[in-house]
């Protein structure tokens, strides 16, 4: 028994070894690798073509899918749409960094059951198509219109220049191509790239609205999981010599004390007093109130879908720290393995693992899984900012436009929102930082103010329209100056974090600190520095603290809401209406929510 091992371990060494070496030496895709894509691809043909037969004659019909979606259709576009491309970018990215730091944001499952239970009865029973629909309805137009400007101004921030940004890392590493020769003259391969995914994901959206993402979200789902697996299983067994024990063992000791989830008060990076608030606030906003994910669950066809289909993704949630964020950690402990060979950097660690570590034909369908990823996360993207202007904007300006003339409308705006998305992907490379960490710095710094605004909008009964208003705009201005404090220290930045992790790290002493701070302060306004200088998530607690703060004052000497308005918060179900959503669940939901929870506390438990 024991030689069958040893021999199935040596022949998936060998097998791991011809991989590494066929991944340096360019050679990533063969003539296997080509069939599995072109399934995938016409599976995907299929599903897409599946899913158009019933036309979009309507808004509702090509934003949410006609509300007739299913927990399974909900919970599979959930996952997929917060895991796309710049996920699998970023988060290995964040894992090859600096290990277990960035697990906190993937463990907000127990948000997304939240959302199923708290979130989904009041949003059903009020029947809205966007978040900021909501607040006008709980407060006023004003509301509205501000957090409209700002999800858009969040999706191409974030969202849509990050995904564009992580497909430029992927095809460049798994094609090996920085430059493609155009009419004679050499373009850098991110313009091709870029135009060509904005191009192809916007076809996808535009003809099949969100009908057609969540039908291939169903597909997407299970093959990120099974790729990213496959990495998982293949990185341990090389780190290990064919046991994937000794892989593991392997990994937790070449990063060392990244492995902890919670890290000293003093830390310069990861302060537990700072990560722990600072990425549940991110956390309630992602997951609660984000037009791109609440969009989901606003196409169910009733509460018990829509919650069950929360349930669903909350079970997904707990896989991407093993199946994205570990194998960032696995390369990491590659690259100081000595005679494996196995080169990356940050950014392009997952790319790296499926064409290096990966056998042939598992690649090309990991690596089609990772464009459909890309392309279905950008189309959510898309769906998402076009059904804000549209229903937010367009609608109000003309309200007796057809549902065919709502449908143009969206389609416009997506491509103006492309163009400057692709725009600010040029400021994302040169930030000089992870790209998993950039996508949480710019959260961090405009969900405080919404997470307030929803918060005590619905569970408040006394907060008022002028504090909501006046509250959200002070705190957008204060995202907005961090963000551009950020962009204007981004050359300084490396130089500042090296020097305060060789201080905490002891490699230096607090005058060498000052003195090499010093020169880096007397070139920019010492107000400015030291604004920058405070710990991005401080800041984003210190904002969620301003807002909340100026919510109470100003409401409270403000005239109380009208009664009305109590309908909109959570004390504003009417009798049928509450036993309606009692009828919505039973215990089988409740255990299953229950095990969700439980294993976000085992993890916690595991890996403090």
């Known amino acids: 028994m024991n030689e069958i091992t040893n021999s199935v371990a040596l022949a998936t060494n060998a097998l791991a070894a011809s991989a590494v070496a066929g991944g340096m030496n360019g050679t990533v895709f063969n003539g296997l690798d080509v ?16 899913s158009m037969r019933k036309k979009n004659e309507s808004g509702k019909d090509y934003f949410l899918s006609g509300r007739d979606a299913n927990w399974l259709q909900i919970g599979s ?16 990215g964040a894992g090859f960094a600096t290990g277990m730091a960035m697990a906190h944001w993937e463990m907000h499952a127990y948000w ?9 009865p009041l949003y059903d029973r009020m029947k809205v198509f966007t978040m900021p629909e909501f607040l006008e309805l709980r407060f006023s137009r004003g509301s509205r219109n501000v957090l409209s400007l700002l999800t858009m101004a969040s999706l191409v921030l974030t969202k849509i220049a990050a995904t564009i940004y992580a497909g430029d890392v992927v095809i460049r590493t798994l094609l090996n191509v920085d430059h493609i020769n155009l009419f004679g003259h050499q373009i850098d391969v991110f313009w091709a790239i870029a135009l060509g995914l904005a191009f192809t994901t916007g076809l996808y959206t535009v003809f099949g609205g969100m009908r057609v993402i969540m039908y291939t979200a169903v597909l997407q789902s299970p093959v990120l999981i099974f790729g990213s697996v496959c990495i998982l299983y293949m990185g341990l067994r090389v780190l290990g010599h064919g046991s994937l024990i000794d892989g593991w063992h392997t990994t937790l000791s070449t990063v060392g004390d990244n492995v902890h989830l919670v890290r000293s008060i003093n830390d310069p990076d990861w302060p537990w007093l700072a990560i722990l608030p600072g990425s549940a606030i991110i956390g309630f906003w992602y997951w609660c109130t984000d037009q791109y994910i609440v969009q989901r669950v606003l196409a169910g066809k009733n509460q018990q879908e829509s919650r069950r289909g929360t349930i669903l993704a909350g079970f997904f949630k707990l896989t991407p720290v093993f199946i994205f964020l570990v194998p960032g950690m696995i390369a990491f402990a590659l690259t100081k393995t000595p005679g494996v060979g196995f080169s990356t950097s940050g950014d392009a660690a997952y790319t790296s693992l499926v064409a290096q570590i990966l056998p042939h034909g598992l690649r090309g369908m990991v690596a089609c899984g990772m464009i459909v990823a890309l392309m279905a996360s950008l189309g959510s993207k898309f769906n998402a900012s076009a059904t804000l202007f549209t229903m937010d904007f367009y609608r109000e300006w003309y309200p007796n436009a057809s549902g065919k003339t709502e449908v143009i409308v969206g389609r416009i705006a997506t491509a103006v929102i492309v163009f400057i998305g692709i725009c600010w992907v040029l400021v994302i490379k040169n930030l000089h930082m992870p790209l998993y960490v950039y996508l949480q710095n710019v959260q961090g710094y405009l969900s405080p103010a919404i997470a307030v605004l929803f918060g005590m909008g619905v569970f408040w009964k006394r907060a008022t329209a002028p504090a909501a208003l006046w509250a959200f705009v002070i705190g957008m201005l204060g995202g907005f100056g961090r963000l551009a404090a950020d962009l204007i220290m981004r050359n300084d930045a490396d130089a500042v974090t090296k020097l305060k992790g060789d201080l905490y790290h002891k490699v230096i002493t607090l005058d060498q600190y000052n003195a090499g701070i010093a020169p880096i302060k007397a070139a920019h306004n010492a107000i400015m520095f030291d604004f920058w200088n405070i710990h991005w998530l401080y800041y984003c607690e210190g904002l969620f603290v301003l807002t909340a703060v100026l919510m109470v004052i100003i409401s409270l000497m403000t005239q109380a809401p009208d009664p009305k308005t109590i309908k909109f918060t959570w004390y504003g179900a009417t009798a049928a209406e509450k036993a309606a959503t009692k009828a919505s669940w039973n215990a089988l939901d409740v255990v299953l929510s229950l095990i969700v929870v439980g294993c976000v506390v085992l993890f916690y438990i595991k890996f403090w």
């Open 35 to 50: 069939a599995v894509i072109i399934l995938f691809a016409v599976g995907m043909l299929v599903t897409i073509w599946f």
């Open 112 to 120: 997304i059951l939240i959302l199923g239970w708290a979130f989904v």
């Open 77 to 92: 576009s959930i996952f997929s749409s917060n895991i796309g491309s710049e996920h699998l970018v970023g988060l290995a």
